[in-house]
């Protein structure tokens, strides 16, 4: 138990320290008196800047990596399978070609294009589900069919680059983002994350095996369904507003096992302040790093999460939670 705190306290001071060091940071520096000036007392056009544009992309990264850290904690508990992850098995690049084609098609609807992200989502998580059905589910063959769901989406994705419509809609990530982008995934992410603290308890259950679960009167099929629609959603929506970033739901799930165990009363939480400071980490390093030139938090995700990954995929050679 005392571990568990002092790993909450830990993560929300580094959260607190990487949220000051984004919003200060960057092209624009700022000091934290000339920041506390600007906000309460006078008038900064430094401080203007920040508001509009710095304020923004904190808010989305702490959104998005809560929201993907978290479908992969709940991905990973569907199916028993530590490497499961929205990046790694074409949700997120499923997501991103529905919103896409929706977007060239149907460009009057372009309101509704996080429902349309959601969509493809849910098709590409269908589609890993039953291609990967031969009997039962194999934790190994999930990846494998993931991993091919997700080359064929991305291409796809690719494939239409070039269209005029979606040309303005390729180049995102937090660069430029406004309060209308915050304001809608802040909206969805706070539902869904909501949503996940009470599906602890089932996530908790789907450990055990199926037999052992149903003879308890669970319902495994309905819990399945609902918790993967959950981070189906999560993984989504952010897709939706800030693009595709891999491996987080695969990274920040297994580190914090490591400090707060695999209890998904826990569990949850701690990953969504753990991915909030990944994300956020990942892209005040980007954006500082070479300034004024900016990497994309997806781009280093990836950089970090291959490595990870591969090292994952050795290490995991039996079904998650047995």
């Excluded at 304020?55 to 199916?79: D, E, H, K, T």
């Excluded at 987080?248 to 914090?256: K, Q, R, S, Y």
């Amino acid at each position: 138990m005392m571990k568990n705190i002092m790993s909450f306290i830990v993560v929300i001071v580094l959260l607190i320290i990487a949220i000051y060091l984004s919003v200060t940071s960057g092209s624009i520096t700022i000091s934290f008196g000339e920041l506390l000036n600007g906000l309460f007392i006078g008038e900064s056009e430094k401080v203007e800047i920040i508001k509009d544009l710095r304020f923004p992309r904190v808010i989305l990264a702490l959104c998005a990596g809560a929201s993907l850290a978290v479908s992969g904690v709940l991905l990973q508990a569907v199916m028993r399978n530590p490497l499961a992850d929205a990046g790694v098995i074409g949700i997120t690049s499923g997501a991103s070609f529905i919103k896409l084609l929706s977007i060239i098609l149907f460009p009057q609807l372009f309101f509704f294009s996080t429902l349309f992200a959601f969509i493809g989502g849910l098709f590409a998580c269908f589609l890993v589900f039953s291609l990967s059905w031969k009997n039962e589910v194999s934790p190994v063959r999930i990846i494998l069919v993931g991993i091919a769901v997700n080359a064929m989406f991305t291409g796809l994705v690719q494939a239409l680059k070039g269209t005029p419509a979606a040309m303005t809609e390729m180049d995102i990530g937090f660069a430029m983002k406004t309060w209308n982008d915050v304001e809608t995934l802040l909206t969805y992410s706070i539902i869904g994350l909501f949503i996940s603290l009470f599906l602890a308890q089932s996530c908790n259950i789907l450990l055990l095996q199926d037999k052992t679960a149903k003879n308890i009167g669970f319902n495994v099929s309905f819990a399945r369904v609902f918790i993967s629609i959950v981070a189906v959603y999560l993984a989504s929506i952010s897709t939706a507003v800030v693009g595709s970033i891999a491996f987080v739901g695969l990274l920040v799930p297994h580190t914090a096992r490591i400090f707060v165990g695999s209890d998904h009363k826990t569990l949850i939480p701690f990953s969504m302040l753990a991915g909030a400071l990944l994300i956020l980490t990942a892209d005040t390093i980007g954006r500082s790093l070479f300034a004024p030139t900016e990497i994309s938090a997806a781009v280093i995700m990836s950089i970090i999460g291959g490595p990870f990954f591969i090292l994952m995929l050795r290490k995991s050679d039996r079904i998650y939670g047995n």
